[in-house]
């Protein structure tokens, strides 16, 4: 299996990242992403180490290959993904978002429905399965960039001013077919092999051009990459900085100078209806959205233990008013950890022979997302009070002797000498004070779009002719003329 030192390998390969208006000469040791680089090496190295828990023999080689890149078959299935999926979370606190786990579940889900992409032609079907076999074979890190940019969001992508705002299709040749335009937000694209290239929201017609699904290497010539302001880059230590030194996945606004994709490589092509079937009428959205709410389980019971701990050092967790506000994070915890775990147990299986995550449950959950969130980050700012501004500027003034004095007096508490005090302060302030922590809270509330598209989801997918049957079986059991007493 791929290991960590292999993956850092691979990030050598000319790929144009562009920070500060410079090119990024050396993506594995530059500032901006030597932390998350080497975290994602980590996962690399703990799935290789651990093939029991973290992989299943590949239908092609008979090799352990990691269970990302599973098509699901039973309930057991879903169970030993679930669990690997979760050793991940547990590995990045759940603060990866876009680990490579996330895009391997569209493209194996993808790969299990190859006749929905073969209506353009057999080969793209063939793609589709040979580019899942490369990624499963190799444990490729594919990110994807699926939004187009926000130029002018009152209209389609054909009615922009100008025509390629969005990636599209530029010509198509013999050989493959030349990408003009820009997508967004291309998370972890900076440290990843492949991009994954579509479009998730609503086309129209007239907007074949960019009705496109594809991959493409990360050092495509012409692609360029523009992140974010890098919260890793200029931070005084991993002590002061915990969490933006080791998990700044980035995101970049990704851009097409007129990149050749060559036709092995595409899945769609300029077809509206396609572009938004491979989302629903295959379970990629479902697979991968299972794969997030994971993660987002493994983030909220770090935050819940984040809040206790504070709160013992505090030496105020038995007060009741305490004990609620932990009570009420412990329960919106629990709720989408819930949810999860009844998606799993009321599985579906579809046409092909897939089983996967039951949507009603799913959808339920990330229609929570974008509020649970922020409620649990508010009582968890509420719960550190002003303990997260009495820590020193940096770690050096542990260094000084009678500044060392100082902080030892006066930044301790019972159990908790001042260094360790200051250290756990500092990491309830990655997440609820720094850039870092604001970005998060961001990416989840936005995390499926506008909060009214995961609620557009549950709507969707919820049986509401169980809840109607209840409503219309207590109508019929009285009238105008019913007596109290019963039923009947």
Same mark, same amino acid.
């Given at each position: 299996?791929?290991?960590?030192?292999?993956?850092?390998?691979?990030?050598?390969?000319?790929?144009?990242?562009?920070?500060?208006?410079?090119?990024?000469?050396?993506?594995?040791?530059?500032?901006?992403?030597?932390?998350?680089?080497?975290?994602?090496?980590?996962?690399?190295?703990?799935?290789?180490?651990?093939?029991?828990?973290?992989?299943?023999?590949?239908?092609?080689?008979?090799?352990?290959?990691?269970?990302?890149?599973?098509?699901?078959?039973?309930?057991?299935?879903?169970?030993?993904?679930?669990?690997?999926?979760?050793?991940?979370?547990?590995?990045?606190?759940?603060?990866?978002?876009?680990?490579?786990?996330?895009?391997?579940?569209?493209?194996?889900?993808?790969?299990?429905?190859?006749?929905?992409?073969?209506?353009?032609?057999?080969?793209?079907?063939?793609?589709?399965?040979?580019?899942?076999?490369?990624?499963?074979?190799?444990?490729?890190?594919?990110?994807?960039?699926?939004?187009?940019?926000?130029?002018?969001?009152?209209?389609?992508?054909?009615?922009?001013?100008?025509?390629?705002?969005?990636?599209?299709?530029?010509?198509?040749?013999?050989?493959?077919?030349?990408?003009?335009?820009?997508?967004?937000?291309?998370?972890?694209?900076?440290?990843?092999?492949?991009?994954?290239?579509?479009?998730?929201?609503?086309?129209?017609?007239?907007?074949?051009?960019?009705?496109?699904?594809?991959?493409?290497?990360?050092?495509?010539?012409?692609?360029?990459?523009?992140?974010?302001?890098?919260?890793?880059?200029?931070?005084?230590?991993?002590?002061?900085?915990?969490?933006?030194?080791?998990?700044?996945?980035?995101?970049?606004?990704?851009?097409?100078?007129?990149?050749?994709?060559?036709?092995?490589?595409?899945?769609?092509?300029?077809?509206?209806?396609?572009?938004?079937?491979?989302?629903?009428?295959?379970?990629?959205?479902?697979?991968?959205?299972?794969?997030?709410?994971?993660?987002?389980?493994?983030?909220?019971?770090?935050?819940?233990?984040?809040?206790?701990?504070?709160?013992?050092?505090?030496?105020?967790?038995?007060?009741?008013?305490?004990?609620?506000?932990?009570?009420?994070?412990?329960?919106?915890?629990?709720?989408?950890?819930?949810?999860?775990?009844?998606?799993?147990?009321?599985?579906?299986?579809?046409?092909?022979?897939? %089983?996967?995550?039951?949507? !009603?449950? /799913?959808? #339920?959950?990330?229609? *929570? $997302?974008?509020?649970?969130?922020? =409620? %649990?980050?508010?009582?968890? !700012?509420? /719960?550190? #009070?002003?303990?997260? *501004? $009495?820590?020193?500027?940096?770690? =050096?003034?542990?260094?000084?002797?009678?500044?060392?004095?100082?902080?030892?007096?006066?930044?301790?508490?019972?159990?908790?000498?001042?260094?360790?005090?200051?250290?756990?302060?500092?990491?309830?302030?990655?997440?609820?004070?720094?850039?870092?922590?604001?970005?998060?809270?961001?990416?989840?509330?936005?995390?499926?779009?506008?909060?009214?598209?995961?609620?557009?989801?549950?709507?969707?997918?919820?049986?509401?002719?169980?809840?109607?049957?209840?409503?219309?079986?207590?109508?019929?059991?009285?009238?105008?003329?019913?007596?109290?007493?019963?039923?009947?």
């Amino acid at each position: 299996m791929r290991t960590g030192s292999s993956y850092l390998a691979a990030l050598a390969d000319g790929r144009e990242i562009m920070i500060d208006g410079e090119l990024v000469k050396d993506v594995a040791s530059h500032p901006a992403f030597a932390g998350v680089c080497r975290t994602v090496a980590g996962l690399y190295d703990y799935i290789a180490a651990n093939p029991d828990e973290m992989a299943f023999s590949s239908p092609l080689s008979g090799r352990p290959v990691s269970l990302a890149h599973i098509i699901p078959r039973s309930i057991d299935d879903l169970r030993r993904r679930r669990i690997a999926l979760t050793r991940v979370a547990e590995h990045t606190f759940g603060l990866l978002g876009r680990s490579p786990e996330h895009v391997a579940a569209f493209i194996a889900a993808f790969a299990s429905a190859p006749e929905l992409f073969a209506r353009q032609g057999a080969r793209f079907g063939e793609n589709v399965r040979r580019f899942h076999e490369k990624v499963r074979e190799e444990h490729l890190y594919v990110s994807y960039a699926i939004i187009p940019p926000q130029v002018d969001r009152s209209k389609t992508a054909h009615e922009q001013a100008a025509s390629h705002i969005p990636a599209g299709v530029l010509k198509e040749t013999a050989d493959g077919i030349v990408i003009r335009g820009a997508q967004m937000l291309g998370t972890a694209a900076a440290i990843s092999d492949y991009l994954f290239l579509s479009c998730i929201q609503p086309l129209r017609p007239g907007d074949e051009d960019y009705a496109i699904s594809l991959v493409v290497p990360i050092n495509a010539k012409g692609l360029r990459l523009y992140p974010r302001r890098p919260y890793a880059q200029g931070q005084p230590s991993v002590f002061d900085y915990p969490l933006s030194t080791r998990f700044d996945e980035s995101d970049s606004l990704v851009v097409f100078h007129d990149v050749f994709v060559p036709w092995e490589n595409v899945f769609i092509c300029r077809d509206v209806a396609l572009t938004r079937a491979q989302w629903f009428e295959t379970p990629a959205h479902i697979l991968g959205n299972t794969q997030a709410q994971i993660r987002l389980v493994t983030k909220l019971k770090f935050l819940a233990g984040l809040a206790r701990k504070i709160c013992a050092t505090n030496g105020v967790d038995k007060i009741p008013s305490v004990a609620w506000d932990l009570g009420e994070i412990a329960s919106h915890a629990s709720v989408i950890e819930g949810m999860v775990l009844a998606a799993e147990s009321a599985a579906v299986t579809n046409a092909n022979g897939v %089983v996967h995550p039951n949507p !009603r449950f /799913l959808y #339920g959950a990330m229609a *929570l $997302q974008a509020q649970l969130y922020p =409620r %649990v980050i508010h009582l968890l !700012r509420e /719960l550190t #009070g002003g303990g997260v *501004l $009495q820590v020193p500027s940096s770690a =050096r003034e542990f260094e000084v002797a009678d500044a060392a004095e100082d902080l030892a007096r006066y930044v301790q508490s019972p159990g908790a000498p001042a260094e360790e005090r200051v250290k756990l302060f500092k990491l309830a302030w990655e997440m609820i004070g720094s850039e870092f922590g604001g970005r998060h809270q961001q990416y989840e509330m936005f995390y499926a779009g506008a909060p009214f598209v995961a609620k557009n989801y549950a709507f969707l997918n919820y049986d509401f002719r169980e809840a109607l049957d209840l409503v219309d079986s207590c109508l019929r059991g009285y009238g105008r003329d019913s007596t109290s007493g019963g039923t009947g």
